[in-house]
């Protein structure tokens, strides 16, 4: 339906270009300046007439012209040039006036201004990288394009989010994900609900589609973040969406289709059964049973006189008779294949661009569908993008900006979860058949059981009296249970500026954004989720914020040598979060549609939080420039928030930037151009809102395992807050101070290298408390931690610029060290996790840092073993491994031929380790290849639970720990040596990983000449997305590029997550 | 012109935004969604619940696995079979849900029934205050008590000595007994109090047994038995831990760990269920004890062979076993206040000690403390007669490793306990309290015996004041060492 809707306009679009500009033909350049830098922005306009175009990001440009006609190429700060249009490829490179400063660009608050000197490392990506990346997220489409930016992604689940980390964690409890600003409206990239258990969350930054961008800035150092106050304390990703140009309507249509796989499959062991003790057993939770091979191999015998199971799909089936398990039948690739599939998207898109003179416009609409690798994920985003620029008279300009997306989903509930498709789907034993999840159970009298649940812990079905599975049958977890999502976007801005003088522009601008997420989630009864008897919630989240801005900037020329570029303003922004719903359990009726009507009252529950917070700042920055080779920028925001209160106060963050072109005067044909940079800067991060006050709840109280109680269920009675409240809170400051060099050599090579180091203090941390101290939590100013690092970012042209060949190799390198210099009130703090495994921000360590369960070792760090020769327990939990990875690099490659082009990218990220928790628990059910090893034994061996083995082959590991050699086995499985026993720190791996992230071809064929429909070009491309992975750790089963809590601030867990995946996309670019 | 008329606007906005930027933010950072404060009743109950909670929730099951009244059987509950396996943050939770839930808001209810002029409903809190420090004292040994600070002004109390925290019990409960005979004020809020309906009178013998079981603890067995005689002396005064049927929210944590968290983590497979089982070799029963029916009330087939807990009630179906759903707990009962004078009367003298325990033998016959309505358990049959003089002489019925016969009752008594407390952190205390009189077979080849718990993670974390090292699981409390 889509494509025909696209087909359709294109058509359209089409028959008016055939009548409008029939008689020309297309003149294509691209404008550079002395450097051989792209200039984007730059007016090109035929003499005499009004028709005129802009050039793009890429400064490139394409305008209809006869031959006879003539070219004005202007842009503010360059000589104008004016040239014949009897070539239709023209290669312009603009001099710089030297009676005026440079030309139009992005200041960090996403102002067009004049360009100043930054001193300050940022990285600029283009538009058409992120959309050749192939992935429907934007965050994604950032992975490995840029130095010192980390991204990763939670899962390969459609719309699935990531997480974003410049210069390493800047916070403990607080956001660490950066400002996103898209031509200049602040907007959110929440993604609520992360937690250990649930269905994958999206981020809304994935709402942003990425066929409107232009190109993107990451803004890393706190002196340029600062003029954007607390928001921008993890640095600033500045996005700019595409604009109109003069000239003629041009329309671009883009059609990609991806086929998408898993990239790493679980591999589990599929040479023992389900049972316990080497015996097969019926129901059983694990794969300890017999040999699979040693079987008889005859049919099973069933007990055909019980109960039994009649699935939908008309298949009868009993329990196996005592004894009776026969087949050698194996369903471990079925099991997983019928769950974790081919997954595939389509995504369309149409651009159109146009203007006049005084006003152009761009509106871009897009649609993408995605089938998840997941059965039954889906995803799919409508986008809407609109910008508009006027000119009102000579002096005054009117910018407005309209983005709407529309998104919905159906997402699958992962995670540690008993109702969740990863632990049901491994936890499978081999020779349990996972299809006839879904059927009547009728008891050996005939009574049936409807919508029974059947699962291999459940071999004919839940049943009328017993409706819990235990653990879901995976596919009951995709096509029974649903988690439906609907989301509205929307973003808007206005921007008016005045330029009052030469020395002074006026500049007002208001943005809004919003959005409104709807979830619901289904169990229904026969889930496992709430032993059975049914659950489901709902919640909608409303989002809106809004950002105004008033400020004065210009530039000033004091005399000849100096000059002066200064800014000014104030700023004023609310937040508002309106969350509700609520929701319901132990179903009246049987019945899987939404419906509060169905339980009791006592079993209905409503939940309603608001969360409001406004801020105000104003800010000032004044860059003077010294006979262009000199610069030097100060500014300082003094800022205040409503979430200070009652301790309300305005806090004062000063920058200053340096800058040196010290080949201003150096005439070497080697070293072409170079700048040193030198910053400082300071910003902050607030308070989360209503903090200082403690307050009282309803009283009820829960422990780990899972039992609670609510003494709303009973009369009803309140407590004082576990939490306590803080009057005296402060923000976080963070300090950085940066060093840089910009290199230009034999004007092909350049390169970027940049250190900085940054402390920021008065870290604000819920600290757990002692629960004799009357509460078990307190929100406060108690830590400070230090980041240092070293960012390098190269992009090499290796051949001439006159040869026919273009191959560019580019890369990026950085390395960020992380240290918590300072934890007051606690030794440890829980980030995310599991009680018995997590990541925590401990004293003396790097952010994050995995902590769990050891074992016992003597002050020389032997194990201390028992008297059978195993380890045993500490007592103390302790720091087993470190998240945070050495350095992380990209390097990549592209050459382009005439139409053809071929770039691709390799990423890796080296050190740091992960908490393998799926192996764990998958150790604890005979589930993992290192417990299905058969070992012989010489001599006879004791296991765990103190028996001598006999010699002979048996199921296990022969191990030493230092008591002498022992089995692994049964016993020591499922105690010390599982995921469930105490000790994590066994399942602690390196995540050192190396991908083959892009690969993409692409040819254009050029129609320009040929009229063809109106088509100027077709651009057929083929990319490949992570197409390889190496992981130092062989037996990971799972891209340790993901993470279980999504973008919280806890990293390194791994368990049983989704997997990420890799795909195949195939698109068409059409432009008119 | 143009120009001016600008710059004076613009001047006159800068001018009225820098007054008012901070009025923009101000007055709005309290949470539109929550309650600012409370009275002393309407906080009540709460601490009723959360002491409830504390005595019947994870740990209470440690104990019984520990005490092989339980089994471990999947996943993090295998290795907890082995009490030197279990680490400190096992017991964060029911840590902070005595500290945090019960103590802190007992001591707050405390304070504002003081400011009401509401004695009985402040000596009702100290009842339940008492209750709660004791059994974390009785489990923790030297813990943070005297220095316990609701202002928040002292984060981190020093840890007193275990003698001196039952020392402070005493009189704590010596004050709520003032305050409950007390007879102004509004009294004990009857809708919220789950207990005793706002009795004073039941709260009265609710303060004296809990000053005879703290007496026990120190092994003061005197004062035990004279408060005992003033505590609970009818089975419709028992002090239990009420339950419903509501997940999350009202179910017996125990119901609700065994069929809907964690349904095949812990069976009853284990030396209480052979002692109260008539088909094992371990059978306690005799000529004069049938325990047919407290074994079926206790243990039955449901989820594990030989030996599941009895989880029937409300949610699950059947007639109410220990476990069930809405089965209510006892926590202080007549039969332990019986208890506590045959243990301290042995003590003293055969003759005494075996009139005594007769006495509580004659309330169990009645089938008190059997099934939930203390009328025994379905069908089954139960009997505790008299036993005589000669059945503890060397050899007789309940003495067959002839042992002298004042030994064998006390004996024979603490294995009572041993069965009667079962779900409860009472039998943990007698275990260390008797160095194991009650003759418990342990789960086989763990190291030591379980005497205490760990201090948990959070008071390692947080508190500079836990003593460190901090004492192995095998260590004993200082009043049983």
């Known amino acids: 339906m889509k494509l025909k809707f696209n087909g359709l306009l294109v058509l359209l679009v089409v028959l008016i270009t055939q009548i409008t500009f029939a008689q020309e033909r297309t003149v294509a350049g691209t404008v550079t300046d002395g450097n051989g830098i792209p200039i984007p922005g730059v007016n090109v306009l035929i003499k005499g007439t009004s028709n005129g175009v802009q050039t793009d990001f890429d400064g490139k440009f394409k305008i209809k012209a006869e031959a006879k006609q003539t070219l004005v190429v202007s842009y503010i700060g360059m000589l104008k040039q004016e040239l014949s249009a009897s070539s239709t490829s023209l290669k312009i490179t603009l001099k710089s006036d030297a009676t ?120 890393k150092g706190a002196s340029a973040a600062a003029l954007w106050g607390y928001r921008a304390a993890n640095g600033v990703v500045l996005i700019t969406t595409k604009k109109g140009k003069k000239g003629k309507i041009s329309v671009d249509v883009n059609s990609t289709v991806s086929f998408d796989k898993a990239n790493v499959r679980m591999a589990l062991q599929d040479v023992f059964g389900q049972g316990s003790a080497g015996v097969w057993k019926k129901n059983n939770s694990n794969s300890f049973g017999d040999k699979i091979s040693a079987r008889s191999g005859a049919a099973d015998t069933f007990n055909t006189a019980g109960a039994y199971f009649l699935s939908d799909t008309g298949n009868k089936i009993y329990s196996i008779a005592t004894g009776g398990k026969n087949s050698t039948a194996n369903f471990n690739n079925s099991n997983m294949d019928s769950a974790i599939g081919n997954g595939s998207s389509t995504d369309n898109h149409i651009g159109i661009s146009g203007g006049s003179e005084n006003t152009n416009f761009y509106l871009g609409v897009g649609n993408t569908n995605q089938k998840g690798i997941v059965r039954s994920s889906t995803y799919e985003r409508t986008s809407l993008d609109f910008t508009s620029q006027s000119k009102i008279g000579d002096k005054t300009t009117f910018k407005s900006k309209f983005g709407y997306s529309s998104v919905s989903s159906n997402r699958i509930q992962t995670g540690s979860n008993l109702s969740g498709l990863f632990l049901g789907l491994y936890r499978t034993p081999a020779d349990f058949d996972n299809r006839d999840y879904n059927g009547t159970y009728y008891t050996a009298a005939g009574v049936p059981h409807f919508n029974s649940q059947r699962a291999y812990r459940q071999d004919i079905g839940t049943t009328a009296t017993d409706l819990n599975p235990s653990y879901n049958n995976p596919l009951w977890s995709t096509d029974i249970q649903k988690n439906p999502n609907t989301v509205d976007r929307y973003i808007a801005g206005f921007e008016l500026k005045h330029d009052a003088t030469k020395w002074l522009s006026l500049l007002a601008r208001v943005g809004l954004d919003g959005y409104s997420d709807k979830r619901i989630t289904m169990f229904p009864m026969n889930s496992s989720e709430n032993a059975g008897h049914g659950s489901a919630n709902e919640s909608v989240t409303d989002f809106q914020q809004f950002n105004v801005d008033f400020m004065a900037l210009g530039d000033v020329k004091i005399n000849n040598d100096l000059g002066l570029n200064y800014l000014a303003g104030f700023n004023f922004a609310q937040t508002r979060y309106d969350q509700r719903g609520g929701s319901y359990k132990n179903f009246l009726i049987d019945a899987n549609n939404f419906s509060y009507d169905n339980a009791l009252i006592l079993d209905k529950t409503t939940f309603l939080n608001r969360t409001y917070s406004k801020l105000s700042g104003g800010y000032f920055s004044a860059a003077f420039d010294y006979k262009s080779y000199l610069f030097l920028t100060l500014g300082g925001r003094l800022e205040t928030s409503s979430t200070y209160s009652p301790n309300l106060k305005a806090y004062f963050y000063p920058t200053a930037e340096l800058a040196y072109k010290f080949t201003k005067n150096l005439d070497s044909s080697i070293l072409t151009d170079g700048k040193l940079r030198l910053t400082y800067g300071q910003i902050a991060s607030i308070p989360r809102p209503y903090a200082g006050t403690t307050y009282y709840n309803s009283a009820g109280g829960v422990e780990g395992w899972g039992p609670g109680y609510d003494s709303g269920v009973y009369a009803g009675s309140f407590q004082r807050s576990a939490a306590g409240g803080n009057p005296n809170l402060k923000p976080e400051i963070k300090t950085e101070f940066e060093f840089g060099a910009d290199l230009e050599f034999f004007r092909k090579i350049k390169i970027n290298a940049t250190y900085y180091t940054n402390e920021t203090k008065n870290l604000l941390v819920d600290v757990p408390l002692n629960g004799s101290s009357t509460f078990s939590s307190i929100y406060g100013n108690f830590a400070t931690i230090q980041n240092k690092g070293i960012e390098l970012e190269f992009d090499a042209s290796i051949l001439s610029s006159k040869s026919a060949v273009k191959w560019n190799v580019f890369g990026n390198w950085s390395k960020n060290t992380n240290k918590v210099t300072q934890l007051e009130g606690t030794e440890s703090l829980f980030l995310a996790g599991f009680t018995g495994s997590s990541s925590r921000a401990v004293l003396n360590q790097p952010l994050g840092v995995l902590w769990g369960g050891k074992f016992d070792r003597d002050a020389a760090g032997a194990m201390i073993l028992d008297s059978k020769g195993f380890p045993t327990v500490a007592i103390a939990e302790g720091v087993i491994g470190n998240p945070n990875p050495d350095w992380r690099g990209a390097i990549g490659t592209s050459l382009a031929y005439k139409n053809f082009k071929i770039s691709t990218l390799f990423d890796a990220s080296m050190g740091g380790q992960l908490w393998d928790g799926t192996s764990g628990a998958l150790h604890n059910f005979g589930r993992t290849w290192d417990t299905a090893n058969e070992a012989t034994l010489t001599t006879p061996l004791k296991n765990y639970a103190g028996s001598t083995i006999p010699v002979g082959t048996i199921r296990g590991n022969i191990q030493d720990f230092g008591g002498g050699p022992v089995l692994l086995d049964q016993s020591w499985y499922q105690s010390v040596g599982g995921g469930f026993g105490p000790v994590a720190e066994q399942f602690v791996k390196s995540a050192s990983w190396v991908k083959w992230r892009e690969l993409t071809l692409s040819y254009q064929l050029n129609l320009k000449d040929k009229k063809i429909l109106g088509i100027e070009s077709v651009t057929f491309s083929g990319t490949g997305r992570n197409l390889w992975l190496w992981t130092k750790a062989k037996d990971l089963g799972q891209d340790p590029e993901t993470n279980l809590t999504g973008a919280s601030n806890g990293r390194g867990l791994q368990y049983f997550n989704s997997p990420n995946s890799k795909s195949l996309l195939f698109s068409v670019n059409l432009k008119f | 012109m143009k120009n001016i008329t600008i710059k004076i606007a613009s001047l006159t906005l800068l001018l009225t935004t820098i007054l008012s930027c901070t009025d923009y933010v101000d007055k709005i950072n309290q949470d539109p969604d929550n309650i600012l404060d409370s009275d002393a009743t309407n906080i009540f109950q709460g601490v009723l619940l959360a002491d409830q909670f504390f005595q019947t929730s994870s740990t209470a099951r440690d104990a019984m696995i520990w005490l092989n009244q339980a089994n471990g059987e999947d996943r993090q509950y295998v290795a907890l079979n082995n009490w030197n396996n279990v680490t400190a943050s096992e017991f964060d939770d029911s840590w902070n849900n005595a500290y945090v839930n019960c103590i802190t808001q007992a001591k707050i209810t405390v304070e504002k029934a003081g400011k009401e002029a509401n004695p009985n409903l402040k000596g009702a809190a100290q009842v339940i205050e008492a209750h709660c420090i004791g059994t974390v004292t009785s489990l923790w040994g030297d813990v943070p008590y005297s220095e316990i600070d609701i202002t928040g002004k002292n984060l981190t109390p020093k840890y007193d000595s275990q003698a001196s925290i039952y020392t402070n019990i005493q009189k704590l409960l010596d004050d709520a007994i003032v305050n409950l005979n007390a007879t102004t004020g509004a009294g004990i809020p009857a809708a919220k109090d789950i207990f005793y309906g706002g009795n004073p009178d039941q709260w009265l013998r609710l303060a004296y047994s809990l000053k005879a079981k703290f007496y026990l603890h120190v092994k003061d067995y005197a004062n035990a038995k004279a408060n005992a005689i003033l505590g609970i002396s009818n089975p419709a005064d028992d002090l239990k831990a009420k339950f419903a049927n509501s997940y999350g929210q009202s179910f017996n944590p125990f119901y609700s760990f065994l069929v809907y968290d964690r349904d095949t983590y812990m069976s009853g497979d284990g030396y209480a269920a052979r002692l109260l089982d008539p088909s094992n070799a371990l059978y306690r029963g005799n000529a004069k004890t049938d325990e047919a029916a407290r074994f079926a009330f206790t243990y039955n087939q449901e989820y594990f062979s030989p030996y599941s807990l009895n989880i029937y009630g409300g949610d699950y179906g059947g007639t109410n076993g220990k476990f069930g759903s809405d089965s209510a707990m006892p926590m202080v009962s007549y039969g332990e206040m019986l208890l506590i004078i045959a243990e301290a009367d042995a003590r003293t003298s055969f003759a005494a000690g075996l009139s005594s325990y007769n006495n509580y033998r004659s309330l169990l016959n009645t089938g008190y403390s059997i099934g939930i309505n203390n009328s025994g358990y379905e069908t089954k049959i139960f009997s505790y007669l008299a036993y005589d003089a000669a059945d503890f002489d060397a050899g007789g019925m309940v003495n067959k490793t002839s042992i002298s016969n004042q030994n064998a009752l006390l004996a024979e008594i603490l294995q009572e306990r041993y069965i009667y407390f079962l779900g409860s952190f009472e039998g943990f205390s007698d275990f260390g309290r008797t160095n194991n009189g009650a003759g418990i077979q342990l789960k086989a080849g763990n190291t030591g015996s379980p005497q205490r718990f760990l201090y948990p993670q959070v008071e390692i974390n947080a508190n500079p004041n836990t003593p460190k090292p901090i004492p192995t699981i095998v260590t004993k409390t200082p009043v049983h060492s």
């Open chain 1, 100 to 219: 005026e400063l440079e030309g139009l660009v992005i200041n960090v608050l996403g102002v067009e201004v004049k360009k100043n000197q930054s001193a300050s490392a940022y990285s600029k990506v283009k538009g058409t990288v992120l959309t050749n990346s192939g992935e429907s997220s934007l965050l994604k489409g950032l992975s490995a394009k840029a130095s010192g930016v980390s991204i990763v992604s939670n899962s390969g689940d459609p719309g699935s989010g990531a997480y974003i980390q410049i210069r390493g964690q800047n916070s403990i409890t607080g956001s660490t994900q950066p400002l996103f600003v898209v031509d200049g409206i602040p907007i959110s990239s929440d993604e609520i609900g992360s937690s250990t258990q649930g269905v994958g969350q999206q981020n809304r930054m994935n709402d942003i589609n990425p066929n409107d961008i232009d190109g993107i800035q990451i803004l």
